[in-house]
């Protein structure tokens, strides 16, 4: 189960498109593509303490993103993958992309002290319909519900270029498997999903297109 401060705070849920309560801003260190450096979080946002176990697991398994392109968070939080991203790949441009305006906010606060010039932290509507993605990366919120996620994934998943890979990390316990066995059916025949690692009771899905 994830940690309390994984957890939405009772004032604000990070699911709403607009926290109601304060921000309650707290800076906190975080190392990501190989910088330590502080970032601003805050109440009303997922994981606020820290880089949540699901997303570090996500970051310390997957291969290097592409170097150009448009890279996709989806679910951005604070910013913590789109981050990693443009560290990563300073020639691509990084779309986060969240519903909750003050995970924008924060994203688009910290890309901005970070010097990385390349992140959109944009709401799902504001992503141009003529953009594939490279790449996406996502530690997609579950707990949304089962529908919602469904219909998340196929809104996202067949923007992939032909040689893109979505890599999706998933708490066992949460479903991680039965939402595998998903993707391989409803995409049966377009994409491949391959269980890529597993770690800390979190799996990491490749999602990517057949030839």
């Known amino acids: 189960m994830p940690s309390p401060s994984e957890r939405p705070s ?3 849920h990070y699911f709403s498109s607009s926290p109601e309560g304060p921000l309650r801003p707290r800076r906190i260190p975080v ?3 190989g910088r330590s450096a502080e970032v601003t979080t805050g109440a009303g946002v997922f994981s606020p303490e820290h880089v949540d176990t699901g997303t570090r697991v996500l970051l310390d398994t997957v291969p290097p993103p592409p170097a150009e392109g448009d890279l996709l968070d989806l679910g951005c939080g604070w910013g913590p993958v ?3 991203l443009a560290l990563s790949s300073p020639g691509a441009t990084v779309w986060a992309v969240d519903v909750n ?3 924008l906010e924060l994203t688009r606060r910290n890309a901005e002290e970070w010097g990385l010039t390349r992140v ?3 709401t799902p509507d504001a992503v141009p319909d003529g953009v594939a993605f490279a790449a996406i990366w996502s530690n997609p ?3 949304i519900g089962k529908a919602e996620l469904h219909a998340l994934l196929e809104r996202w998943l067949p923007r992939l270029a032909s040689d893109g890979h979505a890599w999706l990390v998933v708490q066992k316990n949460l479903g991680s498997d039965s939402l595998q066995r998903w993707l391989a059916e409803r995409f049966a025949g377009d994409f491949g999903v391959t269980r890529a690692a597993t770690a800390k009771a979190f799996r990491v899905l490749d999602v990517h297109r057949l030839p």
């Open 10 to 12: 009772p004032d604000a």
């Open 31 to 33: 190392t990501l593509a």
């Open 82 to 84: 789109a981050l990693t």
């Open 101 to 103: 305006e003050r995970a």
């Open 120 to 122: 959109n932290a944009v």
């Open 141 to 143: 919120p579950i707990r």
